[in-house]
């Protein structure tokens, strides 16, 4: 039998769903409130100041050298188009449910609350290891950038084996203090690096098309060949479970790069997590997650085809294969340009993955599956400086003293998962509110989100068996917690409600209905 708390809040023995109206009127509460100073124009960058990152800057080297060739842009199209899939979702999504939290929010409304604190809790794995791991590649970089003008800091203060890595806590701290002066700010500081790391990007095809040699293209797609495979834990669980023979080059190389690049498009998604702060999210949401993702897409393919254009792809490097091929026809003025482009770069991606994650953390405090009072909003700068301060701290923690290389691949089945429950999402609520309003609509549903599922699960079984096991270890630490206090704690715990007097007063106005 189920309760109904609101009017279509309902909740069952075991399903708890939060209704899309309850969700919206949440964003009401003047404790809970956040300000609405985002456009377009602000979650655009917001959408590129994420997505190129290391991708662009170290990705298209490795994949060129080991996988696809000079058809790596080939493998970034793929990408692209499996990520747009999943954009389209998030896009449906973000316009009807324009509240705080992005897939955590969304899986509330369709799927209940118990897959709703997974998610949230899968984005956690997501948003705040992946900007632990950015911030100590960014002191790898900043450490590489002084190395070049004579004065580098110390290994034992300073990148990824550093035993304390002080340039990443400095960096995590520092994005924190921007994010809690205000959303503008953040999406000012942002933009100002975005310019830069735009800047440096058409740089890069701007003078290096100028130095592609069309013997580099030859041959485009190389034969294939045989790969290493891996062994145990360590192989791909796709080989594991189907004995599945990779190969390098050839179709299935192209393939196989565009898993690995798929990963350097990771970031949209967090658009998503600004809903509430969006001054028109009916309109600009959409805009702004499928507008930053074919920006990056373009861009992606223009600085692969300079690249493997200006040095072949057997001698690209695959740590900083922009600034080696520009080094490899003489101009190392532009090298040191790209360092600079890829710190700029890196700085961006820290701030926009601890917003993300505060606002994740924010919409499960409003629902008390956290410690409410984590929730509250400065009372002048309108941010909720609480999570965002332990945010923080926990983000400068990992980055100074965990080296978090062998656990990057976690932030990738993190993504990769939301992208599965987000697309399965879109049909449930087609199915069980078609009444609500659609400012924009995913096409050809339900084959379109289903491919979307169907393609982020396959880049799911490319991932290694050791990051399965890590990530159903953390699922079930999740798990444990929202048992031992999500779930008693909940606004929708039995006997309870969003808001009892508030409840009480719709269940009257719905039997007199």
Same mark, same amino acid.
């Given at each position: 039998? %189920?309760?109904?708390?609101?009017?279509?809040?309902?909740?069952?023995?075991?399903?708890? *769903?939060? @209704?899309?109206?309850?969700?919206?009127?949440?964003?009401?509460?003047?404790?809970?409130?956040?300000?609405?100073?985002?456009?377009?124009?602000?979650?655009?960058?917001?959408?590129?100041?994420? *997505?190129?990152?290391?991708?662009?800057?170290?990705?298209? !080297?490795?994949?060129?050298?080991?996988?696809?060739?000079?058809?790596?842009?080939?493998?970034?199209?793929?990408?692209?188009?499996? +990520?747009?899939?999943?954009?389209? +979702? =998030? %896009?449906?999504?973000?316009?009807?449910?324009?509240?705080?939290?992005?897939?955590?929010?969304?899986?509330?409304?369709?799927?209940?609350?118990?897959?709703?604190?997974?998610?949230?809790? /899968?984005?956690?794995?997501?948003?705040?290891?992946?900007?632990?791991?950015?911030?100590?590649?960014?002191?790898? =970089?900043?450490?590489?950038?002084?190395?070049?003008?004579?004065?580098?800091?110390?290994?034992?203060?300073?990148?990824?084996?550093?035993?304390?890595?002080?340039?990443?806590?400095? *960096?995590?701290?520092?994005?924190?203090?921007?994010?809690?002066?205000?959303?503008?700010?953040?999406?000012?500081?942002?933009?100002?690096?975005?310019?830069?790391?735009?800047?440096?990007?058409?740089?890069?095809?701007?003078?290096?098309?100028?130095?592609?040699?069309?013997?580099?293209?030859?041959?485009?797609?190389?034969?294939?060949?045989?790969?290493?495979?891996?062994?145990?834990?360590?192989?791909?669980?796709?080989?594991?479970?189907?004995?599945?023979?990779?190969?390098?080059?050839?179709?299935?190389?192209?393939?196989?790069?565009?898993?690995?690049?798929?990963?350097?498009? *990771? !970031?949209? /998604?967090?658009? %998503?997590?600004?809903?509430?702060?969006?001054?028109?999210?009916?309109?600009?949401?959409?805009?702004?997650?499928?507008?930053?993702? %074919?920006? +990056?897409?373009?861009? =992606?393919?223009?600085?692969?085809?300079?690249?493997?254009?200006?040095?072949?792809?057997?001698?690209?490097?695959?740590?900083?294969?922009?600034?080696?091929?520009?080094?490899?026809?003489?101009?190392?003025?532009?090298?040191?340009?790209?360092?600079?482009?890829?710190?700029?770069?890196?700085?961006?991606?820290?701030?926009?993955?601890?917003?993300?994650? @505060?606002?994740?953390?924010?919409?499960?405090?409003?629902?008390?599956?956290?410690?409410?009072?984590?929730?509250?909003?400065?009372?002048?700068?309108?941010?909720?400086?609480?999570?965002?301060?332990?945010?923080?701290?926990?983000?400068?923690?990992?980055?100074?003293?965990?080296?978090?290389?062998?656990?990057?691949?976690?932030?990738?089945?993190?993504?990769?998962?939301?992208?599965?429950?987000?697309?399965?999402?879109?049909?449930?609520?087609?199915?069980?509110?078609? /009444?609500?309003?659609?400012?924009?609509?995913?096409?050809?549903?339900?084959?379109?989100?289903?491919? @979307?599922?169907?393609?982020?699960?396959?880049?799911?079984?490319?991932?290694?068996?050791?990051?399965?096991?890590?990530?159903?270890?953390?699922?079930?630490?999740?798990?444990?917690?929202?048992?031992?206090?999500?779930?008693?704690?909940?606004?929708?715990?039995?006997?309870?409600?969003? /808001?009892?007097?508030?409840?009480?007063?719709?269940?009257?106005?719905?039997?007199?209905?």
């Amino acid at each position: 039998m %189920a309760r109904h708390l609101g009017r279509d809040t309902v909740v069952t023995g075991t399903r708890r *769903i939060k @209704s899309v109206e309850d969700s919206i009127r949440d964003t009401e509460e003047p404790e809970h409130q956040l300000r609405r100073n985002l456009s377009a124009l602000d979650l655009t960058v917001f959408g590129v100041g994420v *997505i190129i990152g290391t991708g662009i800057f170290v990705l298209t !080297g490795e994949v060129a050298k080991t996988d696809s060739g000079p058809a790596v842009p080939i493998s970034f199209v793929i990408a692209g188009i499996v +990520c747009g899939l999943a954009a389209l +979702c =998030y %896009a449906e999504f973000a316009s009807t449910v324009p509240v705080a939290g992005s897939a955590y929010t969304f899986s509330y409304a369709t799927l209940g609350e118990f897959v709703a604190w997974i998610i949230g809790w /899968d984005l956690v794995l997501e948003l705040a290891l992946g900007a632990a791991t950015v911030s100590v590649g960014w002191s790898g =970089y900043l450490n590489q950038l002084l190395g070049d003008l004579g004065i580098p800091l110390p290994t034992s203060i300073a990148g990824e084996t550093a035993t304390v890595n002080i340039p990443a806590i400095f *960096i995590a701290l520092v994005m924190t203090g921007v994010l809690i002066l205000g959303i503008k700010l953040s999406s000012r500081v942002t933009s100002i690096i975005v310019a830069i790391k735009l800047l440096i990007v058409l740089m890069v095809i701007g003078v290096g098309v100028f130095y592609v040699k069309a013997a580099n293209y030859k041959p485009f797609i190389p034969p294939a060949k045989p790969g290493e495979s891996g062994s145990g834990l360590s192989a791909p669980l796709i080989q594991t479970l189907f004995g599945f023979t990779p190969t390098t080059f050839g179709v299935g190389g192209v393939l196989a790069g565009a898993a690995i690049v798929f990963f350097a498009f *990771i !970031g949209f /998604d967090i658009v %998503a997590t600004a809903a509430e702060e969006t001054k028109n999210p009916k309109r600009d949401l959409p805009r702004g997650i499928i507008g930053s993702l %074919a920006i +990056c897409t373009l861009l =992606y393919v223009l600085v692969s085809l300079v690249v493997v254009g200006m040095q072949h792809y057997t001698e690209l490097s695959t740590t900083a294969p922009l600034a080696d091929a520009f080094r490899s026809v003489g101009l190392t003025f532009f090298s040191g340009l790209i360092s600079v482009g890829a710190l700029a770069g890196l700085t961006s991606v820290v701030l926009i993955l601890m917003l993300g994650q @505060s606002r994740v953390l924010f919409a499960m405090s409003r629902d008390h599956l956290l410690p409410p009072r984590l929730g509250a909003v400065h009372p002048r700068y309108g941010t909720p400086y609480k999570i965002t301060i332990i945010t923080g701290i926990v983000v400068a923690v990992l980055a100074g003293f965990i080296p978090l290389s062998t656990l990057a691949e976690l932030v990738n089945i993190g993504t990769l998962f939301a992208f599965v429950l987000v697309s399965i999402a879109v049909i449930i609520l087609r199915r069980t509110r078609p /009444d609500l309003p659609r400012s924009f609509r995913v096409p050809l549903v339900p084959v379109l989100p289903i491919a @979307s599922a169907l393609a982020s699960f396959y880049l799911m079984l490319n991932l290694p068996g050791e990051t399965w096991i890590r990530f159903f270890v953390w699922m079930v630490i999740g798990i444990v917690l929202y048992v031992a206090y999500g779930r008693r704690r909940s606004r929708l715990a039995a006997g309870g409600s969003l /808001d009892p007097a508030r409840a009480e007063e719709r269940e009257a106005a719905r039997r007199r209905g």
